[in-house]
């Protein structure tokens, strides 16, 4: 398997629901991130981990709690959500600074009832 | 406050009929200007990376060109299947992690 690979693909839930996302990268890169994906927006860059260490924070509410076990896993934990924060939840990864390209997982499609 | 705009928002072509796209920006130090494509859906592939003013970066109908201020992806003879929601990032380094900031995308539909 290759690539950036991320589960689930759809997700349904509740406003008190304790929901994970998971995304891993077989490309061997040593950055990852978490953008949201808004209709008619910009993606809009949530969290960026370097090595496993955590390097931005997009002033993303607490109820979003990112998680890098590894170089190759990231979690995005989600908790009490409200319905605005449905939207497409993208992980990439890319081999860090210096210009390199960022590659994207398909996504989860989150939706908040 | 480093910034990326696209134009047109949507772009409407007929098969065959050549264009492009824009995308200009501000950044205090740029490290690289990348395209993507996104079907709907799905996550962003990645087609091109431009590094400097004057270098110029070619795929089948693509064609991707960088100035000092602006690139744009030139568009050759489309197909229906090129329509796709195109969109440019920008990196800059002097933020840890060299986060890629995004523009709002331009929707390419390419009729029969």
């Known amino acids: 398997e290759t690539g950036v690979t991320q589960t689930p693909r759809h997700l349904v839930m509740g406003m008190t629901n304790k929901k994970s996302l998971k995304c891993e990268q077989h490309l061997g890169h040593n950055a990852m991130y978490w953008y949201k994906q808004s209709a008619k927006k910009p993606l809009e860059l949530m969290f960026v981990?370097?090595?496993?260490?955590?390097?931005e924070n997009n002033s993303v509410p607490s109820r979003f709690s990112p998680e890098c076990p590894n170089s190759s896993h990231l979690f995005l934990h989600l908790h009490t959500l409200q319905p605005e924060d449905s939207a497409l939840y993208l992980c990439a990864s890319s081999q860090g600074g210096q210009g390199s390209e960022a590659f994207f997982g398909q996504g989860t499609r989150l939706t908040v009832v | 406050e480093d910034q990326v705009t696209q134009s047109p928002e949507a772009l409407r072509l007929q098969e065959g009929e050549s264009s492009s796209l824009n995308c200009s920006y501000t950044v205090s130090g740029l490290r690289g200007l990348f395209w993507y494509r996104q079907d709907p859906g799905k996550g962003p592939e990645f087609l091109f990376t431009l590094y400097s003013a004057g270098e110029e970066k070619e795929k089948e109908r693509l064609k991707a060109t960088l100035t000092k201020k602006e690139s744009f992806l030139h568009i050759t003879a489309p197909k229906p299947e090129d329509s796709a929601t195109y969109l440019c990032?920008?990196?800059?380094?002097?933020?840890?992690?060299?986060?890629?900031?995004f523009g709002q995308g331009t929707e390419l539909s390419v009729k029969p």
């Open positions: 981990y370097n090595f496993k260490e955590q390097t």
């Open positions: 990032a920008v990196r800059d380094d002097y933020n840890q992690g060299g986060k890629l900031i």
